[in-house]
């Protein structure tokens, strides 16, 4: 079998390992799931059809083709030469002048085209495994993603998923994460939360409470990102409610952020606020505290007020503040301003209140 230069054949070459190198670099780069999937499926799939090819091609291109005439010694071909002439081999300068020292079958030769379908279908795999060993280092299938594309792009899907977590956490315990970088993570667990709260669902960081709150990353993160995670996180908006609860007696329960059952602090933000004053149609009204009575969910308080009448307006106005790394409450309390000495000063602290109106 003879190989030789094409220029044509060289170009189309080239444009096809180009092109085709150049999309799966941008898939290793943008899509790692998928080139992923591609590398395996050639590896597996693609070597046992090469071998398949490799056979069906060989079966069909297989057939006696005439050459000849040629040496009877050595089987190199006699070109222009017959029995009628007096001539000699021009490899083995054996004289031919007999038929006998003539052949006209082609030689036996060895099956290249399969043997190199049969070394494709080997080789393949061993080059997906290390393909897969090189471009994803311990499993890590995100790892040849830049941190900017693995946030905008990645995070954004998943941020309830554990793989993209686990690769910026190995990224934050590298180093490899700034200041920058921390802003849009929080940013895009925002967008999350509030999507979530749109949809109605429950919030919890299972899988991103390691990163946020581990000491390093949340130092990075600027106070403005952290204010918008907790204000999306926790929907501080302040709700009144007002129920009967014995004759001539009415509880009033103040409701800070979202009613949901088992609100944990899973962002090393800790929202708190305070009662500061309630009224009855815009006079001051005297509460009485029922110990032990919180509601099932948090940032629920409970007080009561005796002598109201029905269609009598009750408002209620709250200080809220939000502590950077107080994780040791869960959920919403009613911490007054007392208990807060200790504490640093707040990312943030405004003025809510809220109406309700009594009901017959």
Same mark, same amino acid.
């Not at 083709?65 to 040629?70: K, N, S, T, V």
């Given at each position: ?41 050639? #590896?597996?799939? *693609?070597? $046992?059809?090469?071998?398949? @090819?490799? %056979?069906?091609?060989?079966? !069909?291109?297989?057939?006696? /083709? ?105 990224? #934050?315990?590298? *180093?490899? $994460?700034?200041?920058?970088? @921390?802003? %849009?993570?929080?940013?895009? !667990?925002?967008?999350?939360? /509030? ?122 106005? !709250? ?42």
């Amino acid at each position: 079998m003879r190989f030789g230069f094409s220029l044509k054949g060289f170009l189309i070459a080239t444009l096809v390992v180009g092109c085709g190198g150049g999309m799966m670099l941008r898939l290793l780069r943008h899509d790692p799931r998928t080139f992923q999937s591609i590398v395996m499926a050639v #590896s597996t799939a *693609g070597a $046992l059809l090469v071998l398949l @090819a490799g %056979a069906l091609w060989s079966a !069909v291109r297989k057939r006696s /083709r005439w050459e000849g005439p040629r040496c009877a010694a050595c089987t190199e071909p006699l070109r222009d030469a017959t029995p009628a002439d007096a001539v000699a081999c021009t490899a083995c300068r054996q004289p031919i002048t007999r038929l006998d020292q003539l052949r006209f079958d082609a030689p036996p030769k060895r099956d290249r085209r399969l043997l190199a379908c049969l070394a494709a279908a080997v080789l393949l795999p061993i080059v997906g495994g290390v393909t897969n060993a090189v471009c994803f280092p311990r499993g890590r299938i995100y790892a040849p993603m830049t941190t900017k594309v693995l946030i905008d792009q990645e995070l954004a899907k998943n941020v309830d998923t554990p793989w993209v977590w686990r690769e910026l956490q190995e990224r #934050s315990a590298k *180093g490899d $994460l700034d200041e920058e970088d @921390a802003d %849009a993570v929080v940013r895009k !667990v925002a967008d999350w939360a /509030r999507s979530q709260n749109a949809l109605g669902q429950g919030i919890h960081l299972a899988w991103g409470r390691g990163l946020i709150t581990d000491p390093g990353f949340h130092a990075k993160v600027s106070e403005a990102a952290l204010v918008e995670l907790a204000e999306a996180f926790f929907e501080l908006t302040v709700k009144v409610s007002v129920r009967q609860s014995r004759p001539d007696h009415h509880h009033i329960e103040i409701v800070v952020g979202r009613k949901t059952p088992g609100m944990t602090n899973d962002i090393g933000v800790q929202p708190t606020w305070d009662l500061v004053r309630l009224r009855v149609d815009g006079k001051p009204a005297t509460t009485t505290p029922i110990p032990g009575q919180w509601t099932t969910h948090p940032g629920g308080y409970v007080v009561e007020v005796a002598g109201l009448k029905p269609g009598q307006v009750i408002e209620a106005e !709250v200080e809220i503040a939000l502590f950077r790394g107080v994780t040791d409450l869960i959920g919403f309390q009613a911490a007054p301003q007392s208990a807060r000495d200790g504490w640093a000063k707040p990312l943030k602290s405004w003025s809510a209140d809220a109406k309700a109106t009594v009901k017959p």
